[in-house]
Each structure stands twice: as structure tokens, then as C-alpha cells.
């Protein structure tokens, strides 16, 4: 099945190079382009993309903002957040607004289309950099809730991009056990969503990597 990307960017040759390079991938086909926030989130809403690329800082709406809507307004669309940006806050405002990853444009073109890939598939992707300055630069916040080994080698397969059925398979588990533990670390992490819990336990040192 061919994987549909919007790409939005408000830099043009920066916007045409990710979706040149998105285009040229097997199974991916860039259906439209957005220059600002706003404009992102209309396409999306006419498009239905499996996932958009999005850029933080654009006008009229930023990315943080133009991520909350379109994911209010079709929570099937992912988002993978590409930007220059690489502060804890900015990782985590765009989180918190619903993105599926974060990574940076001087990232290997690799490692952007296996992003792309990786939160279309319902994972996650968080540059290994980002991560580690995610972990450093995050104080204690209280104390630290405790996952089993078998919660903490399930989420680490979720940090790693895998599906459910993809670590169901790894840990030769039903898909229905995976979804039971994984309910389990977002009721002790307090998190709703799969890249929030990645995140929230790399904070607390429960994750490595």
C-alpha cells in the first residue's frame, strides 16, 4: 500500500528537497505541500495524509499548533516533526501536541524516511541525540513510578519504532498481551499515547537510549 506524505515547510527549496526525497522512495507518494501552518492543516483535512512532515516555526500557525489541530481533527493522520529546533521544550511542546516523532534536517535522509515509515506504522521516532539531551536536561519531577522488565522490554520496542504486532512477534506474545502491558505503563507514566511514554520514561531514567 503506498504511503501518502504532506510535507509542510515554509522554506521552498528546503520544502522541495524533503519532498523530493520522500518521492523518490518506493511505496511513498508526497501528495501536496504546505508553506504555512494554516495551510498545513486545510490540507490535511482535504488530503487525508498517512502522515505529515511538519516544520515548527512557519507563519500564520506554527507547528506546535497546526500538529494539535490536525490531530483534534483526524487523529488517524501521524505527524513526524523536521526542524532545525532541538530544545527539551520544543521536543516536548510538539509531543504533547500529538506529534508521532521529532527529527532534526541535518538528520541523515535515511534515517528521515525511516521516520516517515516508522510513525505511518503507529511507532515512534526520536533522534538518538535528541533523546539523550531529552534525559540530561530533565529534572526530577517526584517520584518515580516502576515498571516490570516485561513493561520496560515492550517500551523499549516502542521506542525502537516497532508496531504492536511487530513486538508481539519479537517477544512471542499475543497482540492483545502487548496492548495490556502497554496500557499498564501509560496508567503509571500518566501518558496517553505511545511517543509521550517514550519520552516521559527517558525523563525519568527508566529508558536508555
Not at 46 to 73: E, F, H, K, Q, W
Not at 177 to 187: A, N
Request: net charge negative; glycine share 8%.
Amino acid at each position: 500500500m503506498t504511503l501518502r506524505v504532506l510535507v509542510a515547510d515554509d522554506h521552498p527549496v528546503v520544502r522541495a528537497g524533503i519532498a523530493g526525497l520522500l518521492a523518490a522512495e518506493p511505496g511513498i507518494k508526497v501528495v501536496g505541500e504546505a508553506a504555512d501552518g494554516e495551510q498545513a492543516v486545510a490540507m490535511s483535512d482535504a488530503l487525508r495524509p498517512d502522515v505529515v512532515v511538519m516544520d515548527l516555526r512557519m507563519p500564520r500557525l506554527d507547528g506546535d499548533a497546526a500538529t494539535a489541530r490536525i490531530r483534534s481533527s483526524s487523529p488517524t493522520v501521524r505527524v513526524l516533526v523536521l526542524t532545525t529546533y532541538e530544545t527539551d521544550d520544543s521536543i516536548l511542546r510538539a509531543i504533547e501536541a500529538g506529534a508521532s516523532g521529532y527529527l532534526l534536517k541535518a538528520a541523515p535522509p535515511e534515517e528521515i524516511v525511516a521516520g516517515v515509515r516508522a510513525v505511518a506504522q503507529g511507532g515512534t521516532a526520536l533522534a538518538p541525540a535528541l533523546a539523550a539531551s531529552l534525559v540530561r536536561g530533565m529534572a526530577d519531577r517526584g517520584s518515580t513510578p516502576s515498571l516490570s522488565p516485561r513493561e520496560r522490554e515492550v517500551l523499549a520496542l516502542v521506542a525502537d519504532g516497532l508496531s504492536n504486532p511487530e513486538i508481539a512477534e519479537r517477544l512471542f506474545l499475543g497482540e492483545a498481551t502487548v496492548k495490556s502491558h502497554l496500557g499498564h505503563v501509560f496508567d503509571k507514566l500518566g501518558v496517553r499515547d505511545r511517543t509521550r511514554a517514550v519520552t516521559r520514561a527517558m525523563e525519568l531514567g527508566l529508558l536508555q537510549r
